[in-house]
Antibody, heavy 117, light 112 residues
Framework: EMQLVESGGGLVQPGGPLRLSCAAS????????MSWVRQAPGKGLELVAN????????YHVDSVKGRFTISRDNDRNSLYLQMNSLRVEDTAVYYC??????????WGQGTMVTVSS | DVVMTQTPLSLSVTPGQPASISCKSS???????????FYWYLQKPGQSPQLLIY???GRFSGVPDRFSGSGSGTDFTLKISRVETEDVGIYYC?????????FGPGTKVDIK
């Protein structure tokens, strides 16, 4: 069974850093694109970042560019999101998602990030 | 960015009756490679989103055949032939033709 398990969420003060992790299992992690998608409380879905199979191609949405960095470790079957200079508006559930043929076909359960003083 | 608009934003349906959700994009979604990267997702209460329909009309693995997708260009539709109680949740359309990939605001479906 394909599975994604996120971790690392929590409460952080504005301006602070946080690193999210996503552990993948049940599929060949190194062969697929991966993404982070977020959902603010009571709101819709927003792509945060994509990364290709070897980690050499990355895309970050404008609202996080320069503050967030997506990365991966194929030896550990893990995806990461380093978030710096966090803002109140970054408060959301962050989902790790497997990206196949431009569809998010497997999603994790999400990890909550709350940015508040 | 491509703006995705869904109508209606909420829908109350009697079990066994059909339902339809429309999604319009602010730009055409036909990619230069000939594919249209348009998707439908369902987020059931308290759960992560799940893929229902890929590339306009392909039903994802395990999705019941009462769900169907259609459309082209900028106008797309999701139809449920006979709504069941397990179909409640928020339905999102998404485009992956143009970066950044963008989602619609969601259509909340509940049971009468």
């Amino acid at each position: 069974e394909m599975q994604l398990v996120e971790s690392g969420g929590g409460l952080v003060q504005p301006g602070g850093p946080l690193r999210l992790s996503c552990a993948a299992s049940g599929f060949t992690f190194s062969s697929v694109w991966m993404s982070w998608v977020r959902q603010a409380p009571g709101k819709g879905l927003e792509l945060v970042a994509n990364i290709n199979q070897d980690g050499n191609t990355k895309y970050h949405v404008d609202s996080v560019k320069g503050r967030f960095t997506i990365s991966r470790d194929n030896d550990r079957n893990s995806l990461y999101l380093q978030m710096n200079s966090l803002r109140v508006e970054d408060t959301a559930v962050y989902y790790c998602a497997k990206f196949m043929s431009r569809a998010y076909d497997v999603w994790g359960q999400g990890t909550m990030v709350t940015v508040s003083s | 960015d491509v703006v995705m608009t869904q109508t209606p934003l909420s829908l109350s349906v009697t079990p066994g009756q059909p339902a339809s959700i429309s999604c319009k994009s602010s730009q055409g979604l036909l990619h230069s490679d000939g594919n249209t990267y348009f998707y439908w997702y369902l987020q059931k209460p308290g759960q992560s989103p799940q893929l229902l329909i890929y590339e306009v009309s392909g039903r994802f693995s395990g999705v019941p055949d009462r769900f169907s997708g259609s459309g082209s260009g900028t106008d797309f539709t999701l139809k449920i032939s006979r709504v069941e109680t397990e179909d409640v949740g928020i339905y999102y359309c998404m485009q992956a033709t143009h970066l950044p990939f963008t989602f619609g605001p969601g259509t909340k479906v509940d049971i009468k």
